[in-house]
């Protein structure tokens, strides 16, 4: 008997068409100053097609357009990439950087919407999520574009690298605000070790390679596995243009972490960094379902604790533990505390290897350490919660967390609007079509692409 694919099914079941829909029903009431678009991108393959992983399928981004308290439109569209064709990635010439999903991430950064996956050039969409081409920032981008992309909120400099099995493995770019790149350098001591996500903090770049890398023999079509031979690091890095040559590596314990919660230095100088993190059964029981294989666990995320890593720069030292036994994914921040110190933390709950627990919204008090969940309720899973500060804001969690629920029992979905302060819910928007469980995604507020006033 053949077994669907996990990806395939439930929650992931894959958005057959492209559809538009204005004038949406929305219970509670929006706040007025949301006004812009909720953009969020995954994978979805198009009807007949069986990808290999769950990471192959071809990337569908959402758009729901919020204005003066109304919800005035939904749609969803395909990220058109010589890929969605089924033009291969491997060439006999070598890779096609143009042959991607486009399926991890949408971001906005000097005017441009940009639909992200790692091991390829961005795409750009229109504000109504056409698909315009590949972005190479004229030309000078000549390497993958990692899906996890930073702004600084100071600067407004979009910092970024991308990542290969075969050296150079890791280059490092730095696009001003105008969307120019201004500088590049490749990272001496880097591995082939796969680098999904990274950081920055005001004066360094932060760099995590995992026990998982390169595996040119894996079948799924992403040659990745976790390698016990195959160090954990962190690699940090001064910014500026001579940072390359004064990167250190520091020894970490066996783990894998997908997606950093933020990093900072402390009062002391140190680096703090935070983020789910899995062991190496955690990581096998992940991959088994993002592949399909035997023995997975019931979630595309299992054993996944946020971990923190204190590195003191002067003696070397790495001070290391788990500091949630919350099995959780895809954690936010209000942006404006990117690479400083911050308070809350946001990510998504998901049920552990066992079944226990279940899907909902967290936060995280660090200063407290006091954790609040709001429970979305039964066969209801929450995407990843996009954090938008309120108008006159005054503290860190004033605003709202934007989450597009996937609930099985009414073949639906729905946005909902959380009070980012106590997680209570303000309004809800119903969407036309159920979304299928995805990735990442990004609030576009209006006055920042050009051509978005509709």
């Given at each position: 008997?053949?077994?669907?694919?996990?990806?395939?099914?439930?929650?992931?079941?894959?958005?057959?068409?492209?559809?538009?829909?204005?004038?949406?029903?929305?219970?509670?009431?929006?706040?007025?100053?949301?006004?812009?678009?909720?953009?969020?991108?995954?994978?979805?393959?198009?009807?007949?097609?069986?990808?290999?992983?769950?990471?192959?399928?071809?990337?569908?981004?959402?758009?729901?357009?919020?204005?003066?308290?109304?919800?005035?439109?939904?749609?969803?569209?395909?990220?058109?990439?010589?890929?969605?064709?089924?033009?291969?990635?491997?060439?006999?010439?070598?890779?096609?950087?143009?042959?991607?999903?486009?399926?991890?991430?949408?971001?906005?950064?000097?005017?441009?919407?940009?639909?992200?996956?790692?091991?390829?050039?961005?795409?750009?969409?229109?504000?109504?999520?056409?698909?315009?081409?590949?972005?190479?920032?004229?030309?000078?981008?000549?390497?993958?574009?990692?899906?996890?992309?930073?702004?600084?909120?100071?600067?407004?400099?979009?910092?970024?690298?991308?990542?290969?099995?075969?050296?150079?493995?890791?280059?490092?770019?730095?696009?001003?605000?105008?969307?120019?790149?201004?500088?590049?350098?490749?990272?001496?001591?880097?591995?082939?070790?796969?680098?999904?996500?990274?950081?920055?903090?005001?004066?360094?770049?932060?760099?995590?390679?995992?026990?998982?890398?390169?595996?040119?023999?894996?079948?799924?079509?992403?040659?990745?596995?976790?390698?016990?031979?195959?160090?954990?690091?962190?690699?940090?890095?001064?910014?500026?243009?001579?940072?390359?040559?004064?990167?250190?590596?520091?020894?970490?314990?066996?783990?894998?972490?997908?997606?950093?919660?933020?990093?900072?230095?402390?009062d002391q100088g140190r680096i703090?960094?935070?983020?789910?993190?899995?062991?190496?059964?955690?990581?096998?029981?992940?991959?088994?379902?993002?592949?399909?294989?035997?023995?997975?666990?019931?979630?595309?995320?299992?054993?996944?604790?946020?971990?923190?890593?204190?590195?003191?720069?002067?003696?070397?030292?790495?001070?290391?533990?788990?500091?949630?036994?919350?099995?959780?994914?895809?954690?936010?921040?209000?942006?404006?505390?990117?690479?400083?110190?911050?308070?809350?933390?946001?990510?998504?709950?998901?049920?552990?290897?066992?079944?226990?627990?279940?899907?909902?919204?967290?936060?995280?008090?660090?200063?407290?350490?006091?954790?609040?969940?709001?429970?979305?309720?039964d066969a209801r899973m929450p995407?990843?919660?996009?954090?938008?500060?309120?108008?006159?804001?005054?503290?860190?969690?004033?605003?709202?967390?934007?989450t597009v629920v996937s609930d099985?029992?009414?073949?639906?979905?729905?946005?909902?609007?959380?009070?980012?302060?106590?997680?209570?819910?303000?309004?809800?928007?119903?969407?036309?079509?159920?979304?299928?469980?995805?990735?990442?995604?990004?609030?576009?507020?209006?006055?920042?692409?050009?051509?978005?006033?509709?």
């Amino acid at each position: 008997m053949t077994t669907a694919k996990p990806y395939l099914t439930g929650h992931f079941t894959p958005v057959a068409e492209e559809i538009t829909a204005t004038g949406l029903t929305v219970e509670g009431s929006l706040p007025p100053e949301l006004s812009g678009r909720l953009l969020r991108n995954g994978h979805n393959p198009k009807p007949g097609v069986t990808p290999t992983h769950w990471f192959k399928g071809s990337g569908m981004v959402h758009g729901i357009r919020l204005r003066d308290g109304r919800a005035e439109w939904y749609r969803n569209r395909w990220v058109h990439t010589p890929a969605l064709d089924g033009a291969p990635y491997m060439t006999e010439h070598g890779p096609d950087l143009t042959a991607s999903t486009a399926g991890t991430h949408v971001i906005e950064h000097a005017g441009r919407l940009l639909a992200l996956c790692e091991a390829n050039l961005p795409f750009e969409l229109t504000p109504e999520l056409e698909t315009v081409g590949v972005h190479d920032f004229d030309g000078k981008l000549r390497s993958a574009m990692t899906a996890h992309p930073k702004e600084d909120p100071l600067t407004g400099e979009l910092h970024f690298f991308g990542s290969s099995p075969f050296p150079p493995f890791l280059t490092y770019h730095v696009a001003n605000a105008k969307g120019e790149i201004v500088h590049s350098a490749n990272v001496p001591g880097a591995t082939a070790s796969l680098k999904h996500d990274f950081a920055i903090t005001r004066r360094h770049v932060v760099f995590v390679e995992g026990n998982v890398t390169f595996d040119p023999s894996e079948p799924s079509g992403i040659p990745y596995s976790w390698s016990d031979q195959q160090l954990s690091r962190i690699g940090i890095m001064p910014r500026g243009t001579d940072g390359a040559r004064r990167v250190r590596w520091f020894s970490i314990e066996p783990g894998n972490m997908l997606h950093v919660s933020n990093a900072y230095e402390d009062d002391q100088g140190r680096i703090v960094l935070e983020g789910p993190t899995v062991d190496r059964e955690g990581f096998q029981l992940s991959w088994n379902w993002w592949v399909g294989a035997p023995g997975r666990g019931s979630e595309p995320v299992s054993r996944s604790y946020t971990r923190r890593w204190v590195l003191d720069t002067v003696d070397g030292s790495v001070d290391e533990q788990i500091i949630d036994d919350l099995a959780v994914e895809f954690p936010t921040l209000n942006e404006d505390y990117l690479g400083a110190e911050n308070r809350y933390q946001y990510a998504i709950s998901f049920p552990d290897e066992k079944g226990f627990g279940g899907y909902g919204v967290v936060k995280y008090d660090r200063t407290t350490g006091a954790r609040r969940i709001h429970q979305v309720g039964d066969a209801r899973m929450p995407s990843e919660a996009v954090f938008v500060p309120a108008s006159g804001a005054t503290n860190e969690d004033d605003g709202y967390l934007l989450t597009v629920v996937s609930d099985l029992k009414q073949d639906a979905s729905q946005l909902l609007v959380l009070d980012a302060s106590g997680l209570d819910r303000i309004a809800t928007v119903h969407l036309p079509q159920r979304v299928g469980a995805g990735l990442h995604g990004s609030w576009i507020a209006d006055g920042t692409v050009e051509g978005a006033a509709g």
